[in-house]
């Protein structure tokens, strides 16, 4: 059986957030607290210049629904075969949906989320 790749953890996170102007002091004091630090953005970048995540060329070609699918998978330490036992849905019904060549639809989104201990939505929502 093959193993997980282990990946480095994630040691920095970078965020952006839009909202009411009058709430900036606030939410900058709010992230203060959680330990993040206040970066000062260069000054030929705006925030009409910032892109929507899922438009980032990272993100582009991602089939959302199919990651969101693998990413909650591999938080629950379960193969494809595992979550197939676990939902009654063909291993290979599995990967195709995890890379976006079958839609997850309504009947095996509730499966899933039962498998996997998440809300349904998540899986349609994207």
Do not use: C
């Not at 970066?39 to 959302?64: C, G, L, N």
């Not at 291993?91 to 060549?101: P, Q, Y």
């Not at 079958?102 to 095996?108: D, S």
């Amino acid at each position: 059986m093959q193993e997980h790749t282990k990946k480095p953890r994630t040691e920095a996170v970078s965020m952006t957030f839009t909202g009411p102007i009058a709430m900036i002091q606030t939410a900058i004091e709010a992230m203060q607290q959680l330990g993040f630090q206040e970066e000062q953005r260069h000054p030929t970048q705006s925030v009409e210049d910032a892109i929507p995540w899922r438009e980032s060329a990272y993100f582009k070609d991602m089939p959302f629904p199919g990651s969101y699918l693998a990413g909650f998978r591999h938080r629950e330490g379960m193969t494809q075969m595992e979550l197939a036992e676990r939902s009654s849905i063909p291993r290979r019904h599995i990967s195709e949906m995890e890379n976006g060549k079958r839609p997850i639809g309504k009947v095996n989104a509730k499966k899933l989320a039962e498998a996997l201990h998440i809300d349904p939505r998540l899986l349609l929502s994207v």
